[in-house]
Structure formats: C-alpha cells, structure tokens
C-alpha cells in the first residue's frame, strides 16, 4: 500500500512539472511521457501481444485460451462492446440505470432493507443501516476537511464551533446563548419545550452521547 501511494505521488509530481511520468526527463511531446519513453512502451506492448497470441492466449486479459482466428476471447470482447454501446448511448444507459435504481430503492425500502448496502436491515426510523450512515458521514467528512464532532465533544470542543465548551454543556458560551433564543421564540411549542431538556446540564456518570 505504502509503495502504490508513493508511486501515485510520484507520478503526479512529475505530471504537475511537466516530466515525463516514467523516466522523469522533461517532455519532448504532448503527453504524459516523453518520445523515448514512449517507443519502449509501444515496443513492449507489442511484443506482449505477440507473446500471448503465439500462445494462443487473450492479449488483453491474459487468461483465457483463444480459439481459432481469435484474437481476444468472447469475454473480453463482450466488454469492449457493453463499454462501446454504454459510451455511444450514455443518456439511455443513464436513464435506464436511474431507473434501476429508483426501483431497488423502493423495494429495499418496503423489505426493510438498508437501500445503501441492500445486505443489513435498515435502523429504525431510517433506510440505512448505521454501518452505511457512518461510512457514509465519514466520506464527507474526509472530503469536506472537516473534523468528527464528537471528538470535538470528546476534547472539550464546542460541537458547532473550535471554542471551548461552556461548563456543563456541549457547546460554547455563543452557541449557548444562540441556542436559548432560538428556543425561547418557540418555548410554547412541544418541540421547543424538548429542545430546552436537551440543553439542559449533562448530569455526572452520564455519557455523552446516547
């Protein structure tokens, strides 16, 4: 794993100043590598083919035999073409996948189901399952660059904000007061009313979250 991250980074520093991504030699071409190295790619790989049609072997999987005057198997050669009619007709594919996914959406959803993984029951009062919902928040999280809120719970963070908790509470002295505002415009309100029991003191030997 370590090694694939390196050669990424690599190759995508080489990419960003202009090298060429096998030898790292300025490029002498359009493209990603350079005119020498490009020969001895376009060398090998046909003489790879070569190889593996001598031996009657699939030249572009590998692994399956070849027979007769072919010159990939039918495997390979259904793929090349789902992949030639998917890109010529992207739209009907598209529409025809969408539609696919609505209806698995819902019967996933009438069984029970996590409509996410389709494998694991979903959770009470959602679709997904929490494994799902956490895989899930986690992605954003990691593309948003932003960080976990319980940890911000957990560290003494405000749960809205980088600033230091008010005593007792989950979050700072701001949100504290933004928070009772905002339930006193509506405390007549049952929600409200329950909104308020939530900011009330965390009582001690309770978790923090339940």
Request: glycine share 6%; net charge positive.
């Amino acid at each position: 794993m370590a090694t694939n991250k390196y050669q990424k980074a690599l190759v995508e520093r080489r990419k960003s100043n202009g090298l060429c991504i096998n030898c790292g030699s300025p490029l002498d071409r359009a493209g990603l590598r350079c005119k020498k190295c490009c020969e001895k790619r376009n060398k090998w790989t046909r003489e790879h083919r070569e190889w593996y049609l001598s031996h009657k072997i699939c030249p572009r999987c590998g692994k399956n035999d070849l027979m007769g005057n072919e010159t990939i198997c039918p495997e390979c050669r259904a793929k090349s073409t789902n992949n030639s009619l998917r890109n010529r007709d992207r739209e009907t594919y598209n529409a025809y996948h969408n539609q696919w996914a609505k209806s698995a959406y819902q019967k996933r959803k009438e069984a029970g189901i996590c409509t996410r993984c389709g494998k694991r029951e979903a959770t009470p009062g959602y679709v997904t399952c929490a494994i799902c919902r956490r895989r899930d928040s986690e992605k954003k999280r990691i593309r948003l660059g932003t960080s976990d809120r319980r940890e911000h719970v957990e560290q003494g963070l405000c749960f809205f904000c980088d600033n230091p908790v008010k005593e007792g509470y989950k979050v700072c002295e701001k949100h504290y007061q933004m928070n009772i505002k905002n339930a006193e415009k509506g405390r007549e309100t049952e929600a409200a009313k329950e909104y308020i029991k939530l900011m009330k003191k965390i009582p001690l030997g309770r978790r923090k979250y339940e």
